[in-house]
């Protein structure tokens, strides 16, 4: 199984005689084998992530204003904002994938660091591969992604706010 899997299957793949039953007897394993604050593992990035959507509707807003509001700036501006945002969390993102996949676990009992120690994370990621190919890889790919459901929402989000205007008003 790749280190992306639940801990439910890494469980399972690992030890196949022992399996878990239920929910609570999951939880207590895990926090038994791999401490409680492993059940939060990645939930400091995520809380940092939410800034993304705040980024891109403050960015997409702010470039509304100074651009006027028809459909191909509409376009333009969703893409702009994205990639403001995904620049800026980017890096976070990689943070709680490696979380998540359980890479900090090794490092914190060989180096009696805390769980949660991200900015450490990030430096490590630097001095070991650099801010581009570190920090920002696969960014491409999330930036295309991103991108296009950026525009497609902001195009809709346009279009729903203009129909309910017209319906609405009085």
Request: glycine fraction near 8%; charge should be positive; include cysteine.
């Given at each position: 199984?790749?280190?992306?899997?639940?801990?439910?299957?890494?469980?399972?793949?690992?030890?196949?005689?022992?399996?878990?039953?239920?929910i609570?007897?999951?939880?207590?394993?895990?926090?038994?084998?791999e401490?409680?604050?492993?059940?939060?593992?990645?939930?400091?990035?995520?809380?940092i992530?939410?800034?993304?959507p705040?980024?891109?509707f403050?960015?997409?807003?702010m470039?509304?204003?100074?651009?006027?509001?028809?459909?191909?700036?509409?376009?333009?501006?969703?893409?702009?904002?994205k990639?403001?945002?995904?620049?800026?969390?980017?890096?976070?993102?990689?943070i709680?994938?490696?979380?998540?996949?359980?890479?900090?676990?090794?490092?914190?009992?060989?180096?009696?660091?805390?769980?949660?120690?991200?900015?450490?994370?990030i430096?490590?990621?630097?001095?070991?591969?650099g801010?581009?190919?570190?920090?920002?890889?696969?960014?491409?790919?999330?930036?295309?992604?991103?991108?296009?459901?950026?525009?497609?929402?902001?195009?809709?989000?346009?279009?729903?706010?203009?129909?309910?205007?017209?319906?609405?008003?009085?």
């Amino acid at each position: 199984r790749s280190d992306n899997g639940t801990k439910l299957e890494k469980h399972s793949a690992t030890n196949p005689q022992k399996k878990y039953h239920g929910i609570s007897q999951t939880l207590f394993t895990i926090s038994k084998e791999e401490g409680m604050l492993s059940l939060w593992n990645g939930t400091s990035a995520s809380i940092i992530l939410s800034f993304n959507p705040a980024i891109q509707f403050g960015v997409y807003e702010m470039l509304k204003r100074q651009s006027g509001s028809d459909g191909g700036n509409t376009l333009v501006n969703a893409v702009i904002a994205k990639f403001v945002a995904t620049l800026v969390t980017y890096p976070m993102q990689v943070i709680q994938t490696q979380h998540r996949a359980g890479h900090h676990v090794a490092r914190r009992s060989e180096n009696n660091l805390p769980l949660f120690h991200w900015i450490h994370d990030i430096w490590r990621i630097i001095r070991n591969d650099g801010i581009i190919s570190g920090l920002y890889c696969g960014f491409e790919t999330k930036l295309v992604q991103g991108c296009l459901n950026s525009a497609v929402m902001f195009v809709v989000y346009e279009h729903l706010i203009l129909f309910l205007s017209r319906w609405l008003a009085p």
